[in-house]
């Protein structure tokens, strides 16, 4: 090799090393902007280190954890590479931070982990709030369960209108004892009996196939009733059974209430085919099917029906159905005269909002859980408490209600919040009193139906 070659070779090699060195420094310098070197050699020594100091930053212990530590590790190296930017100093080859912004973005630091800390420390006391709610109500129904069973179920007839059994009925009845009680307080004044149901049962069916096979035959008993009247109650129910409670998916074709509430409202038009089925009725039903027994919910269903407010508006008596609604307003200018006057100016008549909570005994218009506190208490006080409810409501958003005018006051109250607390309407009822004149609710609404009667008798001294 000739001398020149030799040069040109060495030249060369000399060449390439500068050029490494030259990317090995660029490279050094972009590592550094991330807090990271890059492996050479002593590349254990160095991942060592620098682990070291990452923990002594954190503050821990150089020593291996446990699983769950290591863990906790790699979840918290990401804030403390976040943070970094904020507290160390910036890359040699940038200019360094002047002393006042190193302070400044110190103290933000500090006071981001100071609100931090205490927007833990308030999420911690809400949960344990939660919790320690949870646990009194559990301990609440727990005991109440025990002194249903034991003390008043046992003892209803002396019990069931004394004052503690009153306090507590006002509280809500346990769910596992519900069925019983409401069963208890609505009674079967009908006498119906399991037997009857089965019978009415068995003539709903015989009904159903014979309209699905084109049939036309009418029993004696439904003698006056047409069959269009009758196949168009049987498309009703069928109708309405998929809109009761669409949320809970448990009434609705294929779910596991569908047949047996079918059968409670197929075997009332039979059972009652001088009133059939009404729209609201089946809200009723699932209520009742969710806390008793098929036979036992027919049987609270046909007498709860019965009760005089129930038939006046499912048989539609408007003379009697104007009857209730004076009497509501009675106590209505007696309790909240203020609201009284907007609903008069704005016409807004009881009609508007009255009827569907009626007819469906508010389980319909309210959440759940508070409806069946409202029908614990409908089912000891009777109709009366159906009217002081409303008041309650009416009570509970009077303020909301003033500033509204006619179309946005009966948008709202026949679609009631869904998130309407059962403690908070509760206590606006608990104000609410059922007393105009030293005149109770049973003697207004009997002083207005003599009115009404003597006023459909054209009474001489009236036309006077």
């Known amino acids: 090799m000739s001398f020149s070659s030799t040069f040109l070779l060495t030249d060369r090699n000399l060449l390439a090393r500068k050029q490494n060195a030259r990317l090995d420094k660029q490279n050094d310098l972009g590592w550094k902007l991330f807090g990271k070197i890059p492996l050479r050699e002593n590349a254990q020594k160095e991942s060592k280190k620098i682990q070291k100091e990452c923990e002594d930053k954190a503050g821990r ?91 008043i179920l046992p003892n209803w007839e002396t019990m069931w209108c004394s004052r503690k059994v009153r306090d507590l009925w006002w509280q809500g009845i346990p769910p596992s004892v519900r069925g019983k009680v409401w069963g208890l307080a609505i009674g079967n004044e009908l006498n119906i009996t399991h037997e009857l149901f089965d019978i009415c049962l068995a003539r709903a069916k015989e009904r159903w196939r014979s309209f699905s096979m084109g049939g036309s035959e009418v029993e004696n008993e439904d003698a006056g009733f047409s069959a269009a009247d009758r196949e168009a109650s049987l498309e009703l129910i069928k109708l309405d059974i998929s809109r009761t409670f669409p949320n809970l998916c448990i009434f609705q074709q294929g779910g596991p209430y ?100 009626i007819f469906t005994l508010y389980s319909k218009s309210l959440p759940l859980d508070l409806a069946c506190r409202i029908w614990d208490v409908f089912c000891r006080d009777g109709e009366e408490f159906l009217f002081r409810t409303a008041l309650g409501i009416l009570k509970l958003f009077e303020d909301i209600l003033t500033k509204m005018d006619f179309i946005h006051v009966a948008q709202f109250l026949t679609r009631l919040p869904e998130d309407l607390p059962a403690e908070e309407c509760f206590a606006s009822i608990a104000t609410i009193q059922m007393q105009s004149r030293n005149k109770k609710w049973a003697q207004v609404l009997a002083a207005l139906q003599k009115d009404s009667r003597e006023v459909d008798k054209g009474s001489p001294s009236l036309r006077r």
């Open 61 to 151: 212990a150089s020593k291996p954890g446990s699983p769950k530590q290591n863990v906790r590790k790699n979840l918290d190296f990401e804030p403390l590479s976040t943070t970094a930017l904020i507290l160390e100093d910036r890359p040699a080859n940038l200019p360094a931070k002047p002393v006042e912004e190193a302070q400044k973005h110190r103290q933000q630091y500090e006071e981001m982990v100071v609100q931090a800390k205490k927007r833990e420390l308030k999420e911690a006391q809400r949960r344990k709030k939660q919790l320690e709610e949870r646990c009194r109500l559990e301990e609440s129904i727990g005991n109440a369960v025990l002194t249903w069973n034991n003390e």
């Open 258 to 357: 569908h047949d047996m509430l079918h059968s409670i409202l197929g075997a009332y038009t039979c059972y009652r085919p001088d009133v059939g089925y009404v729209q609201g009725m089946s809200f009723i039903a699932a209520v009742l099917i969710l806390n008793l027994d098929t036979a036992d919910a027919f049987i609270a269903f046909s007498n709860l029906l019965n009760k005089p407010c129930q038939m006046a508006f499912f048989r539609v008596d408007h003379g009697l159905m104007l009857t209730y609604f004076a009497a509501f307003e009675v106590f209505f200018e007696e309790n909240l005269p203020k609201l009284f006057a907007h609903f008069k100016k704005n016409n807004l008549t009881p009609d508007i909002y009255l009827i569907d909570w």
